[in-house]
């Protein structure tokens, strides 16, 4: 499974964007689908995860209240709204497909296919 992301790019303090990852095979539609982010010098981290039907998303603390997780299975597409955004949101944003239908954890390991990244900077 190959995962292309796009949609980051800069923007203000309290701006939105929007980040879509398109995976190559259906396979993707049967196994929960993750954002994570890492930011310079420090570890990835998890973002945002959502199940295989679209339901049961859950989220870092840190993006609580301003980032939203969907996907469109027709489409083998995931999606992170993020609203509200801060400097501390500046990093490079993965896309990753989980081994199980529904997230277990928010683990690097439970993850097995990843998109290239994609940037994303905000500014204060």
């Known amino acids: 499974v190959q995962l292309q992301a796009s949609g980051g790019g800069s923007v203000q303090a309290g701006g939105s964007l929007r980040l879509s990852c398109t995976a190559s095979?259906?396979?993707?539609?049967?196994?929960?689908m993750a954002w994570f982010r890492q930011a310079p010098g420090k570890e990835r981290e998890f973002v945002a995860a959502i199940n295989w039907r679209g339901g049961s998303p859950s989220y870092a603390d840190s993006v609580k209240g301003r980032f939203t997780i969907s996907r469109d299975n027709a489409k083998n597409t995931v999606y992170l709204q993020m609203d509200s955004l801060k400097s501390d949101d500046t990093a490079v944003y993965y896309c990753?497909?989980?081994?199980?239908?529904?997230?277990?954890?928010?683990?690097?390991?439970?993850?097995?296919?990843w998109g290239q990244g994609t940037q994303v900077t905000v500014s204060s």
């Open positions: 990753a497909v989980s081994l199980w239908p529904a997230a277990r954890s928010q683990a690097r390991d439970e993850y097995r296919y």
């Open positions: 095979r259906r396979t993707a539609s049967n196994n929960a």
